[in-house]
C-alpha cells in the first residue's frame, strides 16, 4: 500500500494527473486544485496568487511542490 499522506487517494490520483498534463502552462481550470494540492503537501495555507504572468513563480512553485511530492511517493 502507498503512503501518500497528507493526500486523501482521491487527491493522490489528481496530484498524478496534475503532473503528467502540466508541463509549461497550467489551465485556469486547474489552478484551484494546483494552489490547494501546493498548500496540503505543504501543510500551509500561502494565500492564492492571481493568475497573471507576475506570479508565475509562485505557480511555478506550486507545480514543483506536487511533482517532487509525486516522485518522493513514488520512490524516485
Not at 490520483?13 to 490547494?36: H, K, N
Not at 494565500?47 to 513563480?57: L, T, V, W
Not at 509562485?58 to 511542490?65: I, K, L, M, S
Request: charge should be neutral.
Amino acid at each position: 500500500m502507498i503512503d501518500y499522506s497528507p493526500l486523501l487517494e482521491n487527491e493522490w490520483l489528481e496530484a498524478q494527473q496534475i503532473v503528467s498534463e502540466i508541463t509549461t502552462y497550467i489551465p485556469e481550470g486547474r489552478m484551484e486544485s494546483v494552489w490547494y494540492l501546493h498548500n496540503k503537501i505543504l501543510g500551509t495555507n500561502e494565500r492564492k496568487p492571481c493568475k497573471c504572468s507576475s506570479s508565475a513563480k509562485h505557480w511555478g512553485r506550486a507545480v514543483d511542490t506536487i511533482r517532487e511530492f509525486v516522485k518522493r511517493v513514488n520512490g524516485q
